[in-house]
């Protein structure tokens, strides 16, 4: 066989991944698998991981020595190279397994396979060929090779890996402020209301702060109890038996609970022996001696309760979170959110409160509102405060322009305590007002569901600065001669078009259901199922139980879904004027929504029970299906309305704007900084 068939036999076998048909070739041919089969140089062994082949890979290695693995074609590029370009993570791992050596090795233009796999945005394929570095090889990483791998742990939120570079280079950091820009850019949200609703942490939380104000023994929470006690018996004002009691009801307490019990009542009753009520209120003691161990034991049984079922949730939640996917996506939710709060902390710590490199960070977690790395940063460095963007405007009056409510809340008090902050002002003369005035970014638009509740929180922006400033900073002028009203109707007015037309809609599609609905049931309720007496006129089914519940629930969907179809028509009647975007309208569709919801139930069951009287005599398994037929049209209004009620309610109900719980430390030491406020 000549040279120019055997390479294109070798090639045309890796290419279709056929192992036979080259093992056969190798067997006869021994040099044959080092040879380059291909114009640029390449080995059968490139030319399988070029072509995704593993299980071909996997045999070819076999065969191959170890020196044979480094090979390198007309670039210099070995089979690592190869699978870090095409992003061949299986074969990198048996490549690497077999010859660590090859993740030190330099094509011709000085890349190396990380290198590589990066500049080719496989980002995956970066991080698995960090993980394969051992530690020996780190050290000799350049500094494209670190920055490649920071951009590659971060990117992919692979924070242990990241917390193994950061104690590997710690150096890095402190001298790159990107590294912190790519944690704040990619920092992970938290858990939603509903998801941190239903994660068992939250009741592991509530139950460490139960336990640490009801159960502790040697420990007691004397300000509520002794509290309690203190004023209660200063108000009896007894001495001479009190002594007497005291040590009778002591058997009853753990002896360190007692001293302190005692302690108060010995100390009040001396300081209330000559009060207005006098020795004969003294029975006034009794209730509470005789019915404080009751309440503790009940709080005690009640608490283990609660440390059981929490348990016993905890557990199921843990098997949940292997077979159910979205219960799995909010518990690595979770455990990514608490990754990347260590590897912040981590970051901050290593550059330190001298550092000038948190101005864009910070910047940035203003603009995607993580708060937690705002809070963060002004901890190390408090003077990032007063640091300003390219049209130069500062932390706070991003919050407001770009709609952060959580930084917003976070930097209230400091809002509040300080006039240079409300008062400031833009290079265009705008305030704050202004700028809460202006459109929001729309990627902060699309976080809320329809035009009608994007409008609604513009409003509520609006009406939170405005709360900040005297009532004749809210009608200054800006460069342009606009008030901030002014400016507020020019930025929304589209948007107002848009809500309009959205709340019509939903209402008009609402209250065609609801119309639909008072349609059914009233003529269900003038023809009555099953007919009625001749002579007299009274149903013939007027003693049966389902007869009943046809009455109630047909009469009850009958008044609800009228209630339903006045709302939505109240709707499509209004004026639709800023100001009604806040509460009037979405609190009419609100109560629309509810009582269709609750029209639609009740039509179904009232339907369920007409159903059970005529065709299911003497046969009462057929309450079953028709009882689980009922739940799909039920289901279907629920699924399609439910979120955009929960979305209204939170939206209407809930404020978003509050007291943000302070990072303790960066609280006090802006608070106490004299340089960081504007003056």
Known sequence: MDNIRLKKELYEAAVEGCWWKAKAIMKIHKNAATQAITE????ILHVAVEMGHNYFLEKLLELLESDHIETQNSTGRTALHIAAEVGNEYAAQLL???????????????LSALHTAYINTKINMAASLIKSTPPSMSDTYSDNDKQNAFVAAILTRQYDLTETLLKKFPDYA????????MITITFPNDLSFMESFIYPGIYFSNF?????????????????????ITMCIYLIGFHNVRQKIVLRGSLLFHSNFLDKFVEDILRVARVGKNSLLGK?????????ATLYPIYELICLLILMLRVILSMLYFLIWKVMAVIVRPIKSIEKKKKEYQEAKKILCLVCGQMGTLNDGYNEPILDAVRQDAYLVVDEILNMSPATI???????????????????????????????????????????GNNLVHLAGRLAPSSVLARTTGAALQLQRELLWRQEVEKLMLPLEIMQDNVDKETPTMVFTREHQDLLKEGESWLKTTAESCSITAALIVTIVFAAAITVPGGSNQESGIPLFKNETAFTIFALFNAFSLFTATTALLLFLSILTARFSEKDFLVSLPRRLIFGLLTLFLATIG??????????????DQRAWMLAPISGFACLPISVIVTIKLPLLVDLIKSTYFPIFGKQRYHLESYNKISRSNTIFMD
């Open 280 to 288: 004969n209120s003294m029975i006034l003691f009794f209730p509470i």
């Open 603 to 616: 039509m179904i069951v009232a339907f369920g029970a007409i159903l059970f009287i005529v065709f299911c």
């Open 386 to 428: 007063n640091c300003k963007d390219e049209e130069g405007h500062n932390i706070i009056q991003l919050a407001v322009k770009y709609r952060s409510e959580k930084v917003y809340n976070l930097l209230h008090h400091i809002i509040e305590r300080k006039d240079s902050y409300r008062k400031m002002k833009d290079s265009a």
């Open 208 to 228: 460490s702060f139960f336990l640490s104000k009801n159960i502790s023994i040697n420990h007691v929470d004397t300000l509520t109890y002794s509290s309690v």
């Open 40 to 43: 640029n140089g390449n080995t």
């Open 96 to 110: 690497v397994q077999k010859r660590k050596e090859l993740l030190g090795i330099l094509d011709h233009n000085g």
């Open 174 to 181: 402190v001298n790159h402020a990107e590294i912190l820009r």
